[in-house]
Every structure is written in structure tokens, then in C-alpha cells.
Nanobody, 126 residues
Framework: QVDLVESGGGSVQAGGSVRLSCAAS????????MAWFRQAPGKEREGVAG???????RYSDAAKGRFTISKDDSQNTLYLQMNSLQPEDTAVYYC????????????????????WGQGTQVTVSS
């Protein structure tokens, strides 16, 4: 069982920055891949950024150039640094982990992830 707890959400003005954290517990080893997803009201959950166990990353088109995913294996923590935020980035952001074999092509596929955090709200005002 893997437990994921997100933190760092909040309200910010357009152009601002937010850093999300996801503390993971309940697993050993570093074979997991992890990712950030988001869901805005009335919309489907979408992949934002993902990272493989050895560090390869993948970003959605909306996130490229503005968001950075990273992890600290010593702290079992995943991060998402979000810069130049816009109102359309307003959503609940979820951390997810996958314990099975993971490829780059799966990193933005919500159906590939079996472990989810409770989500943290990010609201960007214009």
C-alpha cells in the first residue's frame, strides 16, 4: 500500500508561482514512476507531468516551459514547480504513483496509475 499526501496548493494571481509537494510512504525501492494530474470543474482528469524512477520526465503541452517535476528519493517526495500560472491552470492537482513497470508513454495516462493522493486545490485569479 502506498500513501500519497499532497501539499502546497492555494490561491495565486496570474503570473505567479506555486510549488506542490507529494509525500509518499508505504513502499520500498525506487521502481515506481510518479506523476501529477489535475482536474478542473466539469473537465476530465488530465496528465500534467510525470517522472520515471531514473529521472526521465514528460510534460503535457500546457505544462512545457512553465512547470518542472522533480523528486527527492531520500525524502520520498515528489514536487511540481509551477511558474507563470494562468487562470486556466485552476484545478485540483493530484499526485499519483505506479508500482508496475513504467514507460515514458504511460506518464500522462491516468489509467496507468494505481495510487492517488487526495488532491490539493490551486486557484489562479486574473
Amino acid at each position: 500500500q502506498v500513501d500519497l499526501v499532497e501539499s502546497g496548493g492555494g490561491s495565486v494571481q496570474a503570473g505567479g508561482s506555486v510549488r506542490l509537494s507529494c509525500a509518499a510512504s508505504g513502499y520500498t525501492g525506487r521502481s515506481y514512476c510518479m506523476a501529477w494530474f489535475r482536474q478542473a470543474p466539469g473537465k476530465e482528469r488530465e496528465g500534467v507531468a510525470g517522472i520515471l524512477s531514473f529521472g526521465t520526465t514528460r510534460y503535457s503541452d500546457a505544462a512545457k516551459g512553465r512547470f518542472t517535476i522533480s523528486k527527492d528519493d531520500s525524502q520520498n517526495t515528489l514536487y511540481l514547480q509551477m511558474n507563470s500560472l494562468q487562470p486556466e491552470d485552476t484545478a485540483v492537482y493530484y499526485c499519483a504513483a505506479r508500482s508496475l513497470a513504467c514507460g515514458w508513454y504511460l506518464l500522462l495516462d491516468a489509467s496507468a496509475f494505481g495510487y492517488w493522493g487526495q488532491g490539493t486545490q490551486v486557484t489562479v485569479s486574473s
